[in-house]
């Protein structure tokens, strides 16, 4: 039972093989690619909502960094800008100042739900005819019933 201590296979001998120096990217494409895929099938589902074709338009990107003006119109057809009282007349006047005549301000309507609809649209016609643009209602979600 004697070894042999020769040539190549062992201890002493030569390697017969270098060690690779270069990375092997396959696997890291692979991986790559793999979540590449995930997420494109994932992304759309994250989405929430109905999904509708919107139109395509070159128009600016709506302003988002500046604060919305609130206007408020309570249960006996009263205004307010914010939390100051103010009369048809003097709106457009207001929002011009507030918004330093900048006509893609957003505008925020609040009405109270149990005012006619048409003192509404008075007033959402009142601040288009102002000459801005980007009026929107707001709502309340509703409350989730417990059972």
């Known amino acids: 039972m004697a070894m042999q201590m020769g040539g190549g296979g062992g201890f002493g001998g ?11 990217v396959t696997p ?27 139109p395509k338009t070159n128009a600016a990107p709506v302003n988002a960094d500046t604060k919305p003006i609130t206007v408020t119109i309570k249960q006996d057809g009263s205004l307010y800008m914010g939390d100051d009282p103010v009369t048809t007349d ?17 505008i925020f309507v609040r009405g109270d739900q149990h005012i006619d609809y048409g003192r509404v649209m008075q007033v959402m016609g009142t601040i288009t005819s102002g000459g801005f643009t980007h009026v929107a209602l707001l709502a309340e979600q509703p409350q989730p019933s417990a059972h």
């Not at 003097?90 to 957003?106: I, M, T």
């Open 14 to 24: 030569r390697r017969r093989h270098k060690p690779m120096s270069d990375i092997n």
């Open 28 to 54: 890291l494409v692979d991986v790559m690619l793999v979540l590449l895929i995930i997420f494109m099938v994932t992304a759309p589902l994250m989405t929430s909502g109905v999904n509708v074709d919107l």
């Open 90 to 106: 003097q709106l457009v006047a207001k929002l011009q100042a507030a918004s330093q005549n900048d006509p893609n301000h957003r």
